[in-house]
T-cell receptor, first 115, second 114 residues
Framework: AQKVTQAQTEISVVEKEDVTLDCVYETRDTTYYLFWYKQPPSGELVFLIR??????QNEISGRYSWNFQKSTSSFNFTITASQVVDSAVYFC????????????FGIGTKLQVIP | DTGVSQNPRHKITKRGQNVTFRCDPI?????LYWYRQTLGQGPEFLTYFQNEAQLEKSRLLSDRFSAERPKGSFSTLEIQRTEQGDSAMYLCASSSGTGAHEQFFGPGTRLTVL
């Protein structure tokens, strides 16, 4: 069975602070995919990143960076110099490989960036 | 607008009534997914289609729920004899290609069962 744990339900930071959102996953598969999605107050989920289980390279995209560590089954997301527009609920998600399409989402972390 | 669209955006119904939601995916996407999201939770997978074939159904999808994608384009999700526990946001997503590609989500249909 697959499981995604986002232990931080709510985080508040002051604008320009860095913040890390934690994600720990469980799976028995050797091939799997990890995702992060953003759900702003408007409600529509927005894809941020996909990472497959064979690619442990960290990735940086602007102010966003992701740290994937198979040894600890973690896929953490860092926002550098946070902005008010970053306020949203962020979901970590996991799917099996091999074309299997069911995606398991975590409970989400609500990030509030205070001006 | 070339994104995923869902109709209606809001639906209020009385317990015991049937409701039907529609999802129009991104036109070139062959895969379509339905999820349910309740307050404070992440989306929960309900079912998915590849073209017109329904290939996976969650145990959450009781026999009161049925989904179709008759021509491999739009999809409908019907809930019969609604219960108050069915109140949730119903999300549709689509994706293309093979493997676990990113899914593009619609705005959702918020169902309230009185």
């Amino acid at each position: 069975a697959q499981k995604v744990t986002q232990a931080q339900t709510e985080i508040s930071v002051v604008e320009k602070e860095d913040v890390t959102l934690d994600c720990v996953y469980e799976t028995r598969d050797t091939t799997y995919y990890l995702f992060w999605y953003k759900q702003p107050p408007s409600g529509e989920l927005v894809f941020l990143i996909r990472r497959n289980s064979f690619d442990e390279q960290n990735e940086i995209s602007g102010r966003y960076s992701w740290n994937f560590q198979k040894s600890t089954s973690s896929f953490n997301f860092t926002i550098t110099a946070s902005q008010v527009v970053d306020s949203a609920v962020y979901f970590c998600a996991l799917s099996q490989g091999g074309g299997y399409q069911k995606v398991t989402f975590g409970i989400g972390t609500k990030l509030q960036v205070i001006p | 607008d070339t994104g995923v669209s869902q109709n209606p955006r809001h639906k209020i119904t009385k317990r015991g009534q049937n409701v039907t939601f529609r999802c129009d995916p991104i036109s070139e996407h062959n895969r379509l997914y339905w999820y349910r999201q309740t307050l404070g939770q992440g989306p929960e997978f309900l079912t998915y289609f590849q073209n017109e074939a329904q290939l996976e159904k969650s145990r959450l999808l009781s026999d009161r729920f049925s989904a179709e994608r008759p021509k491999g384009s739009f999809s409908t999700l019907e809930i019969q004899r609604t219960e108050q526990g069915d109140s949730a946001m119903y999300l549709c997503a689509s994706s293309s290609g093979t493997g676990a590609h990113e899914q593009f989500f619609g705005p959702g249909t918020r169902l309230t069962v009185l």
